[in-house]
């Protein structure tokens, strides 16, 4: 009958499941509740097993908003871009920190007078600009996975326009041919690219062995609108000789441009205008080219970080590039920390109408929900921060559990809520409606955590007496 009769301890030890009996998983917790709540002369007559998982799924989310504790946490290194995407099973935060060269973590304070609004496209008159389906064209980054971060998602390798109504060519065709080693040998694994354009290894980018002239890869549904500006970029590197890379854009009325030849590796940067090169290309695509007819050298290239962007709605809004440029407050030195500072120190005692969100030198956040990003300050840039977040607890089945201070409280929500939607439970409903109350606000107390030793040693500090 033990809890731990099948378990024993090598078994424990040499695994990496530590600390899980404290928790009860949802499984088990459906199946004791259909055991001992469900059934002839109990207090739910008759209930489908449907019904008991949705509403265990259901009280188990609500535990898990305000309830249980919440372990989950995310490290990473804010990037230049100063933005992060949210976890995916991500709900809501609870602490967002950066961290030292100590390990100790540093509060970051949420900003509540900025945002990131949608900023549309104009023409140099101000007029909206639409793409081919008459939807309004957002500003910032076009192209989509340009950096390819670790999917393949939007690009198709070895197909190639070639304009004057001259058509494409697809992936097998003379131009675009594509091949890999069938046999591996010492030095070549099988599998291995041979010819053609390939995602690389983990598909963090694009690599060309061996190309044909013309050969390309593209990416459709760009919206690219005919006599606008626009930058592109795109990194070139490994390059061999006889490489000549070419970027075009297609615009909505099928007219293209496209960039002067690069044969360099690096990340090349230019301004385009759309429509001034020829006519007769899919609407609205961007493509990479091989444009030079190979000589003796095997043609190879790797690519990555394509950008396009309309010139003057290089950024998602001016809301936001005006934010992540600006010099927050908590980086200038005009407080007690400089003791030679001129500022502080003649107006001591006299700093009036500080606002406190604002007295502090940790930085600052936004979550934009629209984006499903978090956005920083600027001397957040290349830190180390911590976001410490709460999600359902739905996301996969090892997240289905419940602790067993909250067991009790997960039986009484599932009980209430199985008879407040019927007809014949209708009776109970208010005394389970105060056992529920009861049993969460209970889990909460046993969840607190506090412990005797701990809240003596911070109260000690209280009893000092603080000398003027």
Not at 65 to 90: G, H, M, Q
Not at 270 to 277: G, K, L, M, R, S
Not at 295 to 313: L, Y
Not at 350 to 364: E, I
Request: aromatic share 10%; glycine share 6%; with cysteine.
């Amino acid at each position: 009958m033990g809890l731990l009769d099948n378990t024993t301890q090598a078994n424990y030890y040499s695994s990496n499941d530590f600390g899980n009996y404290q928790f009860t998983s949802l499984h088990d917790i459906i199946n004791q509740f259909m055991v001992v709540y469900v059934g002839e002369d109990k207090m739910i007559p008759r209930a489908r097993i449907t019904d008991v998982q949705f509403h265990a799924m259901r009280s188990l989310q609500e535990l898990s908003f305000d309830t249980l504790k919440s372990c989950k946490s995310i490290e990473f290194t804010v990037p230049a871009a100063l933005n992060y995407a949210l976890p995916i099973d991500y709900v809501n935060y609870t602490k967002v920190s950066s961290v030292d060269s100590a390990g100790i973590k540093h509060i970051l304070y949420t900003v509540s007078k900025t945002s990131n609004p949608k900023k549309f496209q104009e023409d140099a008159n101000g007029d909206f600009l639409y793409d081919i389906n008459n939807n309004l064209i957002e500003s910032g980054e076009l192209v989509v996975n340009g950096s390819f971060n670790g999917t393949s998602d939007n690009w198709i390798l070895n197909q190639a326009y070639f304009g004057s109504n001259l058509g494409f060519a697809t992936s097998g065709s003379a131009t675009q041919p594509v091949s890999v080693y069938t046999t591996s040998s010492p030095s070549i694994p099988q599998g291995t690219p041979k010819q053609g354009w390939h995602f690389t290894t983990g598909q963090l980018g694009v690599e060309g062995y061996d190309l044909v002239k013309d050969q390309g890869f593209v990416q459709h549904n760009v919206p690219i609108v005919q006599n606008q500006d626009y930058k592109v970029s795109v990194t070139t590197s490994a390059m061999t000789g006889g490489a000549s890379i070419k970027l075009y854009i297609v615009d909505d009325m099928g007219y293209y441009a496209s960039t002067s030849a690069i044969t360099t590796n690096g990340t090349h940067e230019q301004t385009i205008t759309a429509a001034n090169d020829g006519f007769g290309m899919e609407p609205q695509t961007v493509m990479i080219k091989q444009e030079a007819t190979p000589g003796t050298t095997e043609v190879k290239v790797n690519i990555d970080n394509i950008s396009i962007k309309k010139v003057d709605f290089e950024e998602t809004s001016t809301t936001w590039s005006n934010y992540k440029s600006h010099k927050p407050s908590e980086n200038n030195v005009n407080d007690y920390q400089d003791y030679q500072n001129d500022i502080y120190w003649p107006n001591e005692g006299r700093r009036y109408g500080l606002d406190p969100q604002h007295a502090q030198v940790n930085g600052s956040f936004y979550i934009d929900c629209d984006s499903g990003k978090i956005y920083f300050s600027s001397n957040i840039s290349g830190k180390t921060v911590i976001l410490d977040y709460i999600s359902d607890s739905l996301g996969t089945d090892k997240e289905m559990q419940v602790h067993k201070f909250a067991e009790e409280a997960m039986y009484k929500s599932i009980a209430h809520a199985i008879l407040s939607t019927s007809n014949y439970g209708q009776p109970l409903v208010p005394r389970l409606t105060k056992e529920k109350f009861a049993a969460i606000r209970k889990a909460k107390l046993r969840l607190s955590n506090l412990k005797l030793e701990e809240l003596t040693q911070i109260l000690r500090g209280k009893s000092k007496q603080i000398k003027h």
